[in-house]
């Protein structure tokens, strides 16, 4: 599978360790950095990420910061983007069955590597379930149509 990542300066060594697990897990990696420890805004990054699941250059995407939420926000401003805060096992799980999230955000001062590593795996092994769900993803599409509409 490949997979885009981007961090900001909080997230960078966070991101790191996850391009390694996705690299030791047999994925592509495509790395929007940051990759120093300098202080940057992460709404460009967070939009890249964004637009290159969009765009179809990759088929998941994962965006890191200090707590995650003002990356999954960014992230979610992109059209098409549904990019779950997964800060745990369970919502990294149901954010795939339940939400078919193509985009994973994480909280680098939150989460040690290690539940990193393991949100991660099981964020990208979960499949979407379908079924009620697919009329829920419809409906949420449909709002977002009504809210980029002139």
């Given at each position: ?13 966070l ?43 990759a ?5 890191l ?47 040690a ?5 393991e ?14 769900h ?7 599409a ?9």
């Amino acid at each position: 599978m490949n997979v885009v990542i981007g961090a900001d300066h909080a997230g960078v060594e966070l991101k790191a360790h996850l391009v390694a697990d996705l690299r030791r897990l047999g994925h592509e990696v495509i790395d929007l950095g940051t990759h120093g420890t300098e202080s940057v805004d992460y709404p460009p990054v967070c939009a890249a990420v964004g637009r290159a699941v969009r765009d179809g250059e990759a088929e998941r995407g994962i965006v890191l910061g200090g707590s995650g939420q003002g990356e999954q926000i960014a992230a979610n401003k992109v059209r098409g983007v549904r990019a779950a805060l997964c800060n745990d096992l369970y919502t990294a799980r149901l954010s795939r069955e339940h939400n078919d999230a193509n985009v994973l955000a994480m909280g680098a001062r939150i989460v040690a590597f290690g539940l990193a590593t393991e949100i991660l795996e099981l964020w990208l092994q979960t499949s979407f379930s379908g079924g009620r769900h697919e009329a829920r993803l419809a409906l949420i599409a449909d709002i977002e149509t009504e809210e980029n509409s002139p």
